[in-house]
């Protein structure tokens, strides 16, 4: 399943000046050098259960980050990541249907060169070593709290 | 060499031995072959060996001329019959005595060792057994390993779960702190998000390890603190954690991380006051406790504006004493310099368990 939408929502507050994030954001914006505040980075995420995407979503609305896509199996995120073009994909481990996250993110950086935070409860060495071949792009284990999810997010998107 | 010589040779064998010609002719028996033939010397002496043993004449003519080859002793095995029909297994120790162009020569010495075909059947037989052991040992120690190996796989789905339900529960949490129009009820059900957060830091600091009887408490104390810091966005608090070198047992560690939780969140929202700047110092110190086990004493100490709270006062604090209370120790709040600051003092104390 698959959906598209904005974060803005009940909880979201206005966007963190450019000086916060600074540095931080990947996409460089003409409107920076007259002073416009950024556009948001663009974030997809991939995980089947609701109240963790209900915290995700939340999280990075409030921290001013766009959630441009939901999906809950590696079909769809595939599918979303190469129409929307994300900056970052937040991915589970374990997802609906029998492909896992690890072979999504693999796909979606190999086709599409888009990078993954791969956010599971799957901390064991032999996932994370497992997950190398998508280059992930950083790990926020589950259960994380706002600090710890939004840290993990500027990270990545800071990253090479 | 004289026949005397080599009969008293013989006699001083204490195994039966016996002096046999190229031919196979006994020359000599000494007293203990003539024991266990049954025989007086005279049956024995001048006869054939053949006709002495119970082995077929092949095998009695391969031994001897296996000896006859050899200065140094053969090891082989020879059956007697005995005079009353009843046949003495032996194993055979023989060699030729002089050289071969002797002309007394190729005598042959034979040494007999009873029994020993029927002690290398036991022995075999006991190798047999000990190899059908190893099998059996070999085979339940792969039961074993793949019996471990499956239960640390259900281990980690469990760990996992519970990962991912914590996950749920801090998401119906914020879901309700959505939809709460009450202050009260808003912050009450925050306040028990942040414990819930607390509980889930235990959860991964717990079981991202190997072995899981005891965590070092300085780690765990920084990542307690850290959590807090984090959830408040206090730069202007310092947050300091001093050094200990304690380690903590796992049942005690996830009582003393909800009262540190407790403890520090109360320092953040009421020590300093409309952004005021100070410090919150946490210290661990373990001793031994008299009444046996150990003894683990917290304290939070912060410079803050003071407190003029009851120490019964709050969810908070109702929760630290009654941890304490459950590891049998106590809980105090005072005021270390009046109307500056204030020092909780948590003990908790620690006693192995029996085993299950």
């Known amino acids: 399943?698959?959906?598209?939408?904005?974060?803005?929502?009940?909880?979201?507050?206005?966007?963190?000046?450019?000086?916060?994030?600074?540095?931080?954001?990947?996409?460089?914006?003409?409107?920076?050098a007259a002073g416009i505040a950024p556009a948001p980075a663009r974030i997809l995420v991939v995980d089947d259960d609701w109240f963790v995407r209900l915290q995700i979503e939340r999280f990075l609305g409030c921290a001013g980050f766009e959630v441009v896509g939901i999906a809950t199996d590696a079909a769809a995120a595939v599918s979303l990541a190469d129409r929307l073009r994300p900056d970052l994909v937040l991915m589970d481990i374990r997802l609906a249907g029998p492909v896992d996250g690890v072979t999504a993110a693999t796909e979606i950086a190999d086709r599409f060169g888009i990078r993954c935070l791969f956010v599971s409860a799957h901390t064991d060495q032999g996932t994370i070593t497992r997950t190398l071949a998508a280059r992930p792009a950083g790990w926020v284990p589950k259960p994380f709290t706002e600090a710890e999810l939004l840290q993990g997010v500027r990270a990545a998107l800071a990253g090479p | 060499m004289a026949m005397e010589m080599l009969q008293r040779l013989l006699a001083v064998l204490d195994e039966p031995a016996l002096l046999v010609g190229a031919c196979g002719t006994v020359r000599l028996a000494n007293a203990p072959a003539l024991r266990l033939l049954g025989r007086p010397e005279g049956e024995v002496a001048g006869r054939s060996l053949q006709e002495l043993a119970a082995d077929p004449p092949e095998a009695v003519r391969t031994l001897l001329r296996r000896c006859a080859g050899s200065r140094t002793a053969v090891i082989g095995s020879l059956a007697l019959s005995t005079a009353d029909g009843a046949t003495h297994s032996c194993r055979c120790r023989g060699g030729r005595l002089g050289e071969p162009d002797d002309p007394a020569a190729p005598l042959l010495l034979l040494r007999l060792e009873e029994g020993t075909r029927d002690r290398s059947q036991v022995l075999t037989r006991t190798i047999v057994a000990l190899n059908a052991e190893i099998r059996r040992s070999k085979l339940a120690q792969d039961a074993l390993e793949a019996a471990l190996e499956q239960k640390g796989m259900l281990l980690r789905e469990l760990h996992h779960r519970v990962k991912n339900n914590l996950q749920v529960l801090l998401g119906i949490l914020l879901l309700g702190e959505q939809q709460a129009k009450a202050p009260e009820a808003l912050a009450a059900i925050h306040d028990a998000r942040l414990r819930v957060e607390a509980m889930a830091l235990l959860q991964r600091l717990f079981y991202g390890k190997d072995r899981l009887e005891r965590i070092e408490a300085a780690t765990f104390l920084a990542e307690v603190a850290r959590g807090v810091e984090r959830a408040f966005r206090r730069p202007e608090v310092e947050l300091r954690v001093l050094p200990t070198s304690a380690t903590l047992p796992l049942d005690l560690a996830s009582s003393l991380g909800l009262v540190l939780n407790e403890l520090l969140t109360n320092a953040f929202k009421h020590a300093f006051p409309d952004g005021g700047t100070g410090a919150v110092t946490v210290g661990l110190a373990l001793e031994p406790d008299p009444a046996g086990g150990e003894r683990f004493t917290l304290t939070v100490e912060d410079d803050g504006r003071g407190t003029d709270a009851a120490p019964d006062a709050g969810t908070g604090l109702m929760l630290v004493r009654g941890l304490a209370q459950q590891h049998g120790g106590a809980f105090t709040i005072e005021a270390a310099a009046p109307g500056r600051s204030t020092r909780c003092t948590v003990t908790l104390r620690h006693r192995p368990r029996a085993p299950c």
């Not at chain 1, 963190?16 to 931080?24: I, K, R």
Request: proline share 12%; charged share 15%.
């Open chain 1, 1 to 32: 399943m698959a959906a598209t939408r904005s974060a803005s929502g009940p909880g979201s507050r206005a966007l963190p000046s450019a000086g916060f994030l600074a540095g931080l954001l990947p996409r460089a914006s003409p409107d920076e």
